[in-house]
């Protein structure tokens, strides 16, 4: 089992920048993958950012050039440096790790952190 829990969120104007964190715990030796992933009132939860275990990363056309995912592998801590932020990325941040679990791909999810960006 793994335990994920988001902070970092709150109220930012347009332009600003805010940096969120995802502390995971229990069984953090089997996480492979840990992302990002935004719901927006009324919409689906969605991909913004992803790292693997080796530090590859991906982003949404969205948000590359001004989110930064990072992982602190030793704290066993998540990171998502957001800058220049729209009006458009206020939603509930998630954090989701993927775990292995002999051939089986375990996903956990935190409770999410809330990230309001003001025009």
């Known amino acids: 089992q793994v335990q994920l829990v988001e902070s970092g969120g709150g109220l930012v104007q347009a332009g600003g920048s805010l940096k969120l964190s995802c502390a995971a715990s229990?069984?953090?030796?089997?996480?492979?993958?840990m992302g990002w992933y935004p719901k927006a009132p009324g919409m689906q939860r969605e991909f913004v950012a992803i790292?693997?275990?080796?530090?590859?990363?991906n982003y949404a056309n969205s948000v590359k050039g001004r989110f930064t995912i990072s992982r602190d592998n030793a704290k066993d801590v998540l990171f998502l440096q957001m800058n220049s932020l729209k009006a458009e990325d206020t939603a509930v941040y998630y954090c989701?790790?993927?775990?292995?679990?002999?051939?089986?791909?375990?996903?956990?999810w935190g409770k999410g952190t809330l990230v309001t960006v003001s025009s």
């Open positions: 229990g069984n953090t030796v089997s996480i492979e993958t």
């Open positions: 989701n790790a993927n775990a292995k679990r002999g051939n089986v791909v375990l996903t956990y």
């Open positions: 790292i693997t275990s080796g530090g590859t990363t």
